[in-house]
Nanobody, 121 residues
Framework: VQLQASGGGLVQAGGSLRLSCAASGRIFSSHFMGWFRQAPGKEREFVAG????????YYTHSVKGRFTISRSSAENTVYLQMNSLKPEDTAIYYC???????????????WGQGTKVTVSS
């Protein structure tokens, strides 16, 4: 499986971006797709995730109400809609696939290359 993340960029605080993660190869209903981010000098952290089969979503506290994760089975793609962006959201964002619900990066088997998000104040 290969994951291709895109959609990052430079945006002012309060703005929006939509990230995409296109997957080659099949994603099964049991799989869990996650978005992580890593800011300079910080550890990679879980942002949001979605269970492919039933669409259940999970978010870290700091993005609840601002970010929305979704998926398109037809397009084999996961999206992260990010609204009301803050400077502290600045990071490289990665998509990844795990075999089940996980928030620990080490338990994800496949990773995209990352897309940079910069939020200016």
């Amino acid at each position: 499986v290969q994951l291709q993340a895109s959609g990052g960029g430079l945006v002012q605080a309060g703005g929006s971006l939509r990230l995409s993660c296109a997957a080659s190869g099949r994603i099964f209903s049991s799989h869990f797709m996650g978005w992580f981010r890593q800011a300079p000098g910080k550890e990679r952290e879980f942002v949001a995730g979605i269970r492919w089969g039933n669409g259940y979503t999970y978010y870290t506290h700091s993005v609840k109400g601002r970010f929305t994760i979704s998926r398109s089975s037809a397009e084999n793609t996961v999206y992260l809609q990010m609204n009301s962006l803050k400077p502290e959201d600045t990071a490289i964002y990665y998509c990844a696939r795990a075999n089940g619900y996980e928030t620990t990066p080490q338990l994800y088997s496949y990773w995209g290359q990352g897309t940079k998000v910069t939020v200016s104040s």
